[in-house]
């Protein structure tokens, strides 16, 4: 009973020590998170969207910046708002959700103008700042007639319906050709894909001598009957071999189930691994240990489970690091 009196009363007084070193401990983890930049690592992406439907605050949009930068790009623009509030929740930016969108991201550069890849930046563009939309010019095109319009929303851009209201500044790629993403140290060239109907698009980030490749809806070569991933996989594999190539981002829609004649131009586990295994070939290397980011990955939760399942399996052999990114969790490469 003595010492119960006696242990109370000095744990009441040890307590705002406690507490102190708690704050500490939670400050400390909160610089790291801001200043995660290690040697070796050459890009930040913050993921602000990845699912491949059917939910409005997690599709497509990954920011990319070079490491221990604030200019970012935006590959892809699904869901901007909600992203921006989980990644600032997750302390992945020290600012305000509105300093992230006005500030933070200089340019979007667009895949193709399914809605899941580009309603983020039209619902915000009221709020947003001045800055370049990229895209191929078949993609800008689809932007300008069918979304900044005035019909389906105002026209924010500097092309197109009159008026224009020119917060917006539309700069076509050539497939190709690489070009500077403005305000940012960073380089983009465009590869287009095979989509279906229509054209989509890889877009691959250099930042001094790294490479980040990301690329928008795709079907496979087999199935598109088109050549464009081999074209690509041509033109990284000199990078792949001398290791400059620090992630791939590519999708994955449907389970290996899902029949051909419904792919609508998307990837199946067994088609990216064939693809992957091609890009292995040609660049005459193992693809082991490469970061291989698994995005566009379609609802329900069951049939994702499945997928993440047969990707698991598959690469059980070639030992890539599959990563499956998470709405607001940065990724450092
Ligand atoms: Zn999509
Ligand atoms: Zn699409």
């Known amino acids: 009973m003595n010492s119960r009196r006696f242990i109370i009363p000095l744990l009441i007084l040890l307590l705002p020590l406690f507490a102190n070193a708690q704050h500490r401990k939670k400050k400390t983890r ?48 699904g869901t901007l708002h909600a992203g921006i509030e989980e990644a600032v929740k997750n302390k992945a930016f020290d600012v305000r959700g509105e300093k992230v969108l006005k500030d933070y991201i200089q340019g979007y550069f667009i895949s193709h103008g399914h809605l899941d890849h580009l309603a983020g930046m039209i619902i915000n563009s009221p709020e947003d700042s001045s800055k370049n939309i990229y895209g191929l010019a078949s993609t800008l095109e ?29 700069v076509p790629m050539e497939p190709g050709a690489e070009l500077p993403a403005a305000n940012t140290t960073m380089q983009v060239k465009a590869f287009p894909l095979a989509h279906s109907n229509l054209t989509s698009t890889a877009f691959l980030v250099r930042s001094n001598d790294d490479y980040l490749l990301y690329l928008g809806d795709t079907g496979a070569d087999e199935i598109e009957k088109s050549q464009n991933l081999q074209h690509l996989w041509e033109a990284v594999a000199p990078l792949v071999k001398a290791g400059k190539l620090k992630a791939i981002m590519i999708e994955v829609s449907f389970p290996n189930e899902q029949p051909d004649k419904t792919l609508f131009g998307h990837l199946t586990p067994r088609l990216l691994m064939n693809e992957l295994d091609e890009l292995a070939r040609i660049s005459g290397t193992s693809l082991k240990g490469l970061n291989v980011v698994i ?16 990707l698991n399996y598959a690469n059980e052999e070639r030992q890539m690091n599959l990563i499956y990114p998470r709405r607001g969790k940065v990724l450092n490469f």
């Open 30 to 77: 909160s610089r790291t998170v801001t200043q995660e930049v290690s040697s070796g690592t050459s890009f930040r992406v913050v993921p602000l969207g990845v699912l491949g439907g059917i939910d409005e605050r997690n599709l497509s949009a990954y920011m990319v910046a070079p490491a221990g930068s604030d200019k970012y790009i935006c590959l892809d623009a």
């Open 142 to 170: 689809t932007i300008k007639k069918h979304y900044f319009s005035w019909e389906s929303w105002a026209n924010f851009a500097d092309d197109g319906d009159k008026p224009q209201l020119k917060k917006y500044h539309y």
């Open 295 to 310: 995005t566009h990955l379609k609802p329900p939760y069951k049939t994702i489970t499945k997928i993440k399942t047969q």
